[in-house]
């Protein structure tokens, strides 16, 4: 979904994310260490990314982030999806931050944080929830310390457990 959406929070800023950004996040994601942690493991093509970007900016139920290092650096992306207003709740998830330095750890924990602020605030929503593979053991941390909760898991068609979790708004 186009929107305006941007928060400076700590250390990072969340901004919408453009298409020449997409294409970073691409190429992030594509990496074997990366894609192994998303349900689609295929390695995504630049011009299946611009189809993906133009179908996104016409969702409505769909918002994509860039974040931005205190230094203005693109570090990665993060989004809330399946915007239910009905519900107030939506998906948190495609978070994905590209570390140079241990200075920039934690970054994560802060895109959730800010993002968590950004679906109450501006969305007006009440939970959000995720999906984590059980051996991603960095992301369930930060999920952690962002303030999710486990809820519950369960198994996927490949056998690998999933878990569930939750971050209400206050």
């Known amino acids: 979904m186009k929107h305006n959406y941007n928060i400076k929070y700590k250390r990072i800023e969340l901004k919408p994310m453009s298409l020449m950004e997409s294409e970073i996040y691409r190429k992030m994601r594509n990496r074997e260490s990366v894609r192994k942690w998303f349900k ?8 299946a990314q611009e189809q993906w970007y133009k179908e996104y900016v016409g969702r409505k139920n ?42 920039q750890k934690g970054l994560g924990v802060e895109a959730a944080e ?23 053991l960095a992301a369930i941390k930060t999920y952690l310390r962002s ?8 198994t996927d068609m490949d056998g690998n457990v999933i878990v569930k979790m939750v971050k209400r708004l206050e």
Do not use: H, P
């Not at 800010?114 to 059980?134: G, N, T």
């Open 40 to 47: 689609s493991k295929e390695i995504i093509s630049k011009e």
């Open 147 to 154: 303030g999710f909760v486990y809820v519950k898991q369960d």
């Open 114 to 136: 800010a993002i968590s602020i950004i679906a109450k605030k501006e969305l007006d929503l009440q939970i959000l929830r995720l999906e984590v593979y059980e051996e991603n």
């Open 62 to 103: 769909d918002i994509m982030f860039s974040i931005f290092s205190k230094e203005g650096e693109f570090v990665g992306g993060v989004s809330v999806y399946d915007i239910d207003q009905n519900k107030k709740e939506a998906e948190f998830g495609r978070l994905l931050i590209e570390c140079k330095s241990t200075e």
